[in-house]
Nanobody, 121 residues
Framework: QVQLVESGGGLVQAGGSLRLSCAAS????????MGWFRQAPGQEREFVAE????????NYADSVKGRFTISRDNAKNTVYLQMNSLNPEDTAVYYC??????????????WGQGTQVTVSS
């Protein structure tokens, strides 16, 4: 089992930027994919971005493509989500997740507790 702790959320004005971090422990970090998801009030959790164990392969939801960047530092056991050009529709609790394998396509089996991102207009 992997333990995940997100940080970096907060309140930002529309057009601003935030960088989320997710620190992992409990399993060799470089062996599994990582993902970011978000859940807005009254809505289901949705996929935001994912990255393979090596960091070579990345995928994004259409709604964040070109604005968000996922990255990882395997030496620091940390995955990041750089969020630029934020808009109020990005307001949500953001969760990081650890993949079952090195490839994101096999799903996620560990989740963090989430960090709140609020974008004011």
């Amino acid at each position: 089992q992997v333990q995940l702790v997100e940080s970096g959320g907060g309140l930002v004005q529309a057009g601003g930027s935030l960088r989320l971090s997710c620190a992992a422990s409990g399993r060799t970090f470089s062996s599994y994919a990582m993902g970011w998801f978000r859940q807005a009030p009254g809505q289901e959790r949705e996929f935001v971005a994912e990255i393979s164990a090596s960091g070579v392969s990345k995928n994004y939801a259409d709604s964040v493509k070109g604005r968000f960047t996922i990255s990882r530092d395997n030496a620091k056991n940390t995955v990041y989500l750089q969020m630029n050009s934020l808009n109020p529709e990005d307001t949500a609790v953001y969760y990081c997740a650890a993949g079952r394998t090195a490839i994101p396509a096999y799903g996620y089996d560990s989740w963090g507790q989430g960090t709140q991102v609020t974008v004011s207009s």
